[in-house]
């Protein structure tokens, strides 16, 4: 389990050990009463034992607190599901859950500080971004084929049913390189096709707005669960408390972003920068 899993297993140990001393009763007088061994509400206090969900009944019945058992066996179901290491999981699998998730979606919201969102990159870019993924978490690119067709199938999404799509990027995004100057005049060329697609919105939150929320990046799928991803695992966020915590750093960061003829003026200032610096390289250059 990695460091943070376990910090997330302390933290929820913690919260039963409140709800314990809330309702005035000694830990040996929960564990005779349930039958456990005196050491067991000792561990999972201190989160060196995960609760069952029957466990949380039993607990949350004996303190008088069954009002908190279904926000804490969401906070469990989380935790058990959340931290997936990303070295261990292969990335087709990976898109693949990503088309299913995504196809149950109604309304996507995303936020991205340095990429283009998956669903909005073109092949070329696209393949740039998996190439240095497979080469960083696998050393090999044998995978880059199958993982790139699926990237590409998932954005059949935007154009089928009726889910709504609500992107949110930095407008560092526009100034990454990935790949070369000739993808990124095709990626951002592509921002803008896909600004006028009906159940697209795509915000640029300007590079000198103010700081007002922590920034990482994130998808939202409804209201039911929000994908991070994190350099060693990616975090699958369902507890509500959290999802509250995501929807409201979303709308601030939404609040901040310009919409429709700014952000074209955006993408196409730093389209003209690319494409200048282009028509300056020698030939030879050029033909490399």
């Known amino acids: 389990m990695t460091d943070s899993a376990q910090q997330s297993r302390q933290a929820l140990g913690g919260q039963l050990r409140d709800i314990r001393k809330d309702a005035g009763l000694t830990a040996r007088a929960l564990a005779h009463a349930h039958g456990w061994p005196p050491s067991k509400v000792s561990k999972l206090e201190h989160g060196n034992q995960t609760p069952s969900e029957s466990d949380i009944r039993a607990w949350c019945s004996s303190c008088g607190a069954d009002a908190q058992a279904a926000d804490l066996i ?25 088309i299913v998730w995504e196809s149950e979606t109604n309304l996507m919201r995303w936020y991205e500080p340095f990429l283009v969102p998956g669903l909005l990159q073109t092949p070329a870019y696209a393949q740039a971004v998996l190439s240095h993924a497979l080469d960083f978490f696998h050393n090999s690119r044998e995978d880059l084929e199958s993982v790139l067709a699926a990237r590409m199938e998932r954005q059949q999404v935007l154009y089928r049913g009726d889910h709504r ?5 930095a407008e560092q995004v526009l100034h990454t390189t990935v790949g070369n100057d000739d993808i990124m005049i095709g990626q951002l060329d592509r921002l803008l096709i896909a600004m006028a697609l009906p159940r697209v919105v795509l915000g640029i ?13 994130f998808c939202m799928f409804d209201r039911r669960r929000v994908l991070v991803e994190t350099i ?57």
């Open 165 to 169: 799509f609500n992107f949110v990027i």
């Open 205 to 217: 939150v300007p590079s000198e707005a103010e700081f007002v929320v922590p920034i990482s990046n």
């Open 232 to 288: 060693s695992a990616e975090l699958t966020v369902t507890q509500p408390r959290e999802l509250m915590l995501y929807e409201k750093n979303f709308k601030s960061l939404a609040e901040q972003a310009l919409r429709g003829d700014a952000a074209r003026a955006l993408i196409r200032a730093a389209i003209g920068r690319r494409s200048e610096r282009l028509s300056n390289q020698p030939d030879s250059e050029l033909d490399q």
């Open 74 to 98: 969401a906070t469990l179901r989380n935790l058990q599901a959340a931290y997936i290491e990303i070295k261990r999981m292969r990335l087709p699998h990976r898109q693949r859950q990503s």
